[in-house]
């Protein structure tokens, strides 16, 4: 077995109300167990490495095949604890200080 390879997933949530990290993970773990089951969500080792309340923005870590799966589920997301959201996807990178850059320069 080699080694895992690791991609760094940039997002952005966009919604009139301020959100906090948990009520974003809460959604974004929701939202993935309902399209891909817990098998399918546990072979992504999916972790929030960061997120920002203020600007909205954080940094998932996922593995380099399910990156696209990750991708595409999160940006299904329609709301947040019942606040209308939406979840952009900015980047994926290889290396989370890459990640950090994108996250800082996008607007």
């Not at 799966?69 to 290396?95: F, M």
Request: glycine share 10%; with cysteine.
């Amino acid at each position: 077995m080699g080694r895992v390879r690791r991609r760094y997933v940039v997002f952005n949530v966009v919604s009139d109300s301020m959100l906090n990290e948990k009520e974003v993970v809460r959604e974004i773990w929701g939202e993935l167990l309902a399209l891909f089951g817990e098998v399918g969500v546990s072979y992504m080792e999916l972790h929030v490495i960061e997120y920002d309340g203020q600007r909205g923005r954080g940094i998932l870590r996922c593995t380099h095949k399910t990156v696209m799966d990750v991708c595409a589920g999160v940006t299904l997301i329609s709301e947040i604890e019942g606040k209308p959201a939406a979840v952009n996807v900015l980047g994926v990178s290889g290396s989370l200080r890459k990640a950090r850059e994108i996250m800082m320069r996008k607007r």
